[in-house]
């Protein structure tokens, strides 16, 4: 009877885990973005690191150029996006965001520029834009925090919302 209710939970577990096998690795029910922005250790510049899927940036671009784009390979593309849909501006100007380069894992693509500070940092008159596979996606969501020593701000942007006052 132990033998039959083991080999019973051995095939439940085996044909769960072929579910999510055969489910392509890309397939997910959200659509999410997350930047990171806080002050390097040496407090010289600020550095941004965003996080999306793979798959959504690459069908992304694929859509842009109307041809099968490689993550891999497209780190020119994939900058001339993110330059296009991601902003900061302070109260004066934008902000020059330089691209530090990006990672490609099987599921996430990690991309990472930085801002040279220039003293004082004030960054409650920022405003970000990110616009960041919203056209793609209606139900994509970005997530922005900004770490400061003395302060943390979080921003949620959507299809409809995409700038936001840092104060705010």
């Not at 550095?47 to 099968?68: A, L, M, T, V």
């Not at 409650?124 to 960041?132: F, H, R, S």
């Not at 056209?135 to 994509?140: A, F, I, R, V």
Request: net charge negative; with cysteine; charged share 20%.
């Amino acid at each position: 009877m132990q033998m039959k209710r083991n080999l019973t939970e051995l095939l439940a577990t085996a044909s769960l885990l072929l579910l999510f096998v055969q489910q392509p690795s890309h397939a997910h029910q959200f659509h999410m973005g997350i930047t990171k922005i806080q002050l390097s250790q040496d407090k010289t510049t600020l550095e941004i690191s965003h996080r999306y899927f793979s798959n959504d940036i690459e069908q992304r671009i694929q859509q842009i150029h109307g041809k099968k784009h490689l993550l891999e390979n497209s780190e020119p593309a994939v900058k001339n996006y993110l330059e296009a849909n991601f902003s900061i501006q302070s109260r004066e100007a934008p902000l020059n965001l330089h691209w530090v380069g990006m990672d490609v894992n099987l599921d996430v693509l990690w991309i990472y520029q930085e801002i040279k500070v220039q003293q004082p940092l004030d960054v409650e008159d920022w405003k970000i834009c990110t616009e960041v596979l919203t056209e793609s996606y209606s139900d994509q969501m970005n997530l922005v925090t900004v770490k400061m020593p003395d302060k943390t701000f979080s921003l949620r942007f959507n299809q409809e919302k995409c700038q936001k006052l840092l104060s705010s």
